[in-house]
């Protein structure tokens, strides 16, 4: 049955094409003209796509001011740092160039320098109540989906605590999508990330507050995913699978934006915060055991995933379920990719931390077979 309190709410004005980055200036420009540009300091710069960004801005008379201090699994206090120079340099647009670390730490400098405080002032739901400096995303990475969400996700390292700020004000106003700048992607980077959105569009699919409107969107991630990852990871200049991944990232994002994510993110938002590790590796090799353990109370639902990754339909749910699971797995043997956490470097030693931060996420909430310490326990062991 479908749940008839539906609600869908999208503003991000995408604009996607190979080498759209090249009228990113005319884009931003309608926007404002002092720009804060958020990325990081080498792969982008390497690659030459941080000044051709920068030459675009200036070109449409856009003032740009540098913030390239992102690194993986920013911190609070990097978005509080970042807010202090926006509003330094009275900058009126937030420009987030690079993975979801830049655009994440984009839409909490936002936030800061807009509203005041610090950015861990602002973790949890519905704290940001107005209008932040409107935000810019534009990823050059096809995981995690931050162009088109409300999330934007941190690290406390006081606490060893990895939590998101949680709001419609933080949904970018644009994202600027460009297949081109992802072929800078190295396979293990395009891997990670390109799991990390075949978790959120499988994990909103599962999650108990699906509805027809974010199923549209992660089928057809699911689909795309399908068709190109493993491409991508064997021939980054595959333009077409760049492409592919990037719409398949962004649908996914819009999935989890409407309705939210299980267990996978659970575990790997309290393992991230606890280990430091690569939120997508670990999202990834989650994922097809939280998918096994969903199987009984959901395997219809998984099911009808088969005809997204092409495989033949046996007619028997349960059956078509384990398939599109093993296909799944398959993938991953495909890329060589790794299937348990030990591969992470966790140990068992670490499982009592895990499980203490774990049961706090929310996304665990979501799942649709019910998830308490005890079965927690067991699940984490059996991957480790």
């Given at each position: 049955m479908i749940n008839e309190n539906i609600q869908y709410f999208m503003p991000v004005n995408i604009q996607f094409g190979t080498n759209k980055i090249e009228e990113a200036g005319a884009l931003v420009a309608r926007l404002g003209k002092k720009v804060l540009l958020v990325t990081g300091k080498s792969a982008m710069k390497k690659s030459g796509f941080t000044d051709r960004l920068i030459s675009s801005l200036q070109d449409s008379s856009v003032k740009v001011t540098v913030f390239d201090e992102i690194f993986p699994n920013p911190t609070d206090d990097l978005a509080d740092k970042g807010a202090g120079l926006a509003r330094k340099n009275e900058c009126d647009v937030i420009v987030g160039f690079g993975g979801g670390s830049a655009m994440d730490t984009a839409k909490g400098i936002a936030v800061v320098a807009a509203l005041g405080g610090s950015l861990w002032d602002y973790i949890g739901e519905n704290k940001v109540t107005g209008d932040t400096i409107p935000i810019v995303a534009i990823p050059t990475t096809a995981g995690t989906g931050s162009e088109a969400t409300p999330y934007a996700v941190f690290t406390n390292p006081e606490i060893h605590r990895k939590d998101a700020v949680?709001?419609?004000?933080?949904?970018?106003?644009?994202?600027?999508?460009?297949?081109?700048?992802?072929?800078?992607?190295?396979?293990?980077?395009?891997?990670?990330?390109?799991?990390?959105?075949?978790?959120?569009?499988?994990?909103?699919?599962?999650?108990?507050?699906?509805?027809?409107?974010?199923?549209?969107?992660?089928?057809?991630?699911?689909?795309?995913?399908?068709?190109?990852?493993?491409?991508?990871?064997?021939?980054?200049?595959?333009?077409?699978?760049?492409?592919?991944?990037?719409?398949?990232?962004?649908?996914?994002?819009?999935?989890?934006?409407?309705?939210?994510?299980?267990?996978?993110?659970?575990?790997?938002?309290?393992?991230?915060?606890?280990?430091?590790?690569?939120?997508?590796?670990?999202?990834?090799?989650?994922?097809?055991?939280?998918?096994?353990?969903?199987?009984?109370?959901?395997?219809?639902?998984?099911?009808?995933?088969?005809?997204?990754?092409?495989?033949?339909?046996?007619?028997?749910?349960?059956?078509?379920?384990?398939?599109?699971?093993?296909?799944?797995?398959?993938?991953?043997?495909?890329?060589?990719?790794?299937?348990?956490?030990?591969?992470?470097?966790i140990r068992r030693e670490d499982l009592q931390k895990i499980l203490d931060d774990s049961m706090n996420q929310e996304d665990i909430d979501f799942n649709p077979r019910k998830i308490d310490r005890n079965s927690a326990e067991k699940f984490i062991d059996s991957i480790l």
């Amino acid at each position: 049955m479908i749940n008839e309190n539906i609600q869908y709410f999208m503003p991000v004005n995408i604009q996607f094409g190979t080498n759209k980055i090249e009228e990113a200036g005319a884009l931003v420009a309608r926007l404002g003209k002092k720009v804060l540009l958020v990325t990081g300091k080498s792969a982008m710069k390497k690659s030459g796509f941080t000044d051709r960004l920068i030459s675009s801005l200036q070109d449409s008379s856009v003032k740009v001011t540098v913030f390239d201090e992102i690194f993986p699994n920013p911190t609070d206090d990097l978005a509080d740092k970042g807010a202090g120079l926006a509003r330094k340099n009275e900058c009126d647009v937030i420009v987030g160039f690079g993975g979801g670390s830049a655009m994440d730490t984009a839409k909490g400098i936002a936030v800061v320098a807009a509203l005041g405080g610090s950015l861990w002032d602002y973790i949890g739901e519905n704290k940001v109540t107005g209008d932040t400096i409107p935000i810019v995303a534009i990823p050059t990475t096809a995981g995690t989906g931050s162009e088109a969400t409300p999330y934007a996700v941190f690290t406390n390292p006081e606490i060893h605590r990895k939590d998101a700020v949680v709001s419609q004000y933080v949904f970018p106003r644009m994202s600027i999508i460009d297949p081109a700048v992802m072929k800078t992607m190295p396979p293990s980077v395009t891997a990670d990330t390109g799991f990390d959105a075949l978790g959120h569009a499988i994990e909103a699919y599962m999650s108990i507050l699906a509805n027809p409107f974010a199923d549209a969107c992660s089928y057809e991630s699911v689909r795309l995913i399908g068709e190109a990852l493993v491409k991508a990871v064997r021939d980054g200049n595959n333009i077409e699978a760049r492409g592919k991944m990037a719409i398949a990232s962004s649908l996914a994002g819009m999935a989890i934006a409407q309705v939210g994510v299980v267990a996978g993110h659970g575990f790997a938002m309290a393992i991230g915060g606890l280990m430091n590790t690569s939120h997508g590796r670990t999202v990834g090799i989650l994922l097809p055991h939280v998918m096994t353990y969903n199987l009984n109370t959901i395997p219809d639902k998984i099911a009808r995933l088969a005809p997204a990754f092409d495989l033949t339909e046996v007619g028997d749910s349960q059956k078509d379920a384990e398939n599109v699971i093993s296909h799944i797995k398959e993938m991953m043997q495909d890329i060589d990719y790794p299937t348990n956490l030990g591969a992470l470097g966790i140990r068992r030693e670490d499982l009592q931390k895990i499980l203490d931060d774990s049961m706090n996420q929310e996304d665990i909430d979501f799942n649709p077979r019910k998830i308490d310490r005890n079965s927690a326990e067991k699940f984490i062991d059996s991957i480790l």
